[in-house]
């Protein structure tokens, strides 16, 4: 007798476990109908339960998603801001960790399908389909979206987004060109992209930079990455050589440059060699320093 109270002590308690198992069932397979129910019955029993909150913003999500075509940037920043500030916490405080991303990736596939006719426009930088289909992890829809934009390498939000989706669908070494062209034209914004990326060899390269580089430690100093990266990744000197360079931007122009040295030091061209050394210097003393020191050269 004693067992069995035990027991309906024991279903008593985990009511409430069931019932929200059931919602969150509902909800992994998108069915609304049937994850509205069992919401409804767990707020019935359980009125005061702390995750009905966070399961009403996932159900509605289901229930009232839209295929409608935006015509409006702002509008499309409020949806989107609904997604990241309501719907995804949502999201990581209902689902399992290893289940949010799978689910959340419908809603960013169907977002940018809408954003489809919205033109890229400068007031409303990160209001455009590409960065949503990054979001949804569809690599080549984000290229062919960045592709619409004219002259998207002169501007840093489609040359950010391009950059990641190179590096997403062809990996590192296809995309260190445009890492090369955002850190000249974007410095600001190329940190926090290779943060993002969560690349152990990025994180690495970028942390040595930041210890050895001799700038200013400000954000600026990331346009000189792809210069210093000739001087202590000499490998990638063919990578990044393919970068489009900006010859108004002096960092490109020591990208450059340092190229041109490296071809003329496998040359054995030590008269041109002088002069570059000393075109490199005028460009960024700090960056000759370290160039030279890799040479066991000292400068006077």
Not at 2 to 15: G, H, K, N, T, V
Not at 23 to 45: F, G, I, M, N, P
Not at 210 to 235: H, S
Request: hydrophobic share 45%.
């Amino acid at each position: 007798m004693q067992q069995s109270m035990q027991q309906l002590d024991i279903f008593a308690d985990s009511r409430d476990v069931v019932l929200r198992n059931d919602v969150v069932e509902h909800l992994q397979r998108r069915h609304a109908v049937d994850a509205r129910a069992a919401l409804t019955q767990l707020a019935s029993e359980y009125p005061d339960d702390s995750a009905l909150p966070a399961m009403t913003v996932l159900v509605c999500e289901l229930e009232h998603g839209s295929s409608l075509p935006l015509t409006d940037h702002a509008e499309l920043a409020a949806v989107r801001r609904h997604l990241e500030e309501d719907v995804m916490p949502a999201a990581q405080r209902v689902l399992p960790t290893q289940d949010v991303h799978a689910w959340s990736t419908p809603c960013w596939r169907s977002l940018a399908q809408r954003a489809a006719p919205l033109v890229f426009c400068g007031t409303h930088t990160e209001s455009h389909a590409a960065p949503l289909w990054l979001r949804a992890g569809d690599w080549a829809a984000a290229t062919d979206a960045v592709n619409t934009i004219e002259s998207w390498w002169r501007i840093p939000s489609p040359l950010a987004w391009m950059t990641e989706a190179r590096y997403r669908a062809a990996g590192l070494d296809a995309a260190w060109p445009l890492f090369a062209e955002l850190a000249w034209l974007a410095p600001s914004r190329f940190a926090p992209l290779i943060a993002g990326l969560r690349d152990a060899s990025l994180d690495a390269l970028r942390r040595r930079f930041d210890a050895d580089f001799p700038g200013t430690g400000e954000n600026e100093d990331y346009a000189w990455c792809p210069a210093w990266l000739m001087i202590v990744k000499p490998a990638l000197a063919s990578r990044l050589g393919e970068a489009r360079v900006q010859r108004d931007v002096p960092a490109s122009r020591a990208t450059a440059l340092l190229g041109e040295i490296l071809r003329r030091e496998h040359e054995g061209d030590q008269h041109e060699l002088v002069a570059l050394r000393e075109d490199l210097s005028r460009l960024h003393v700090g960056l000759f320093d370290a160039y030279m020191a890799t040479r066991k050269v000292q400068h006077r």
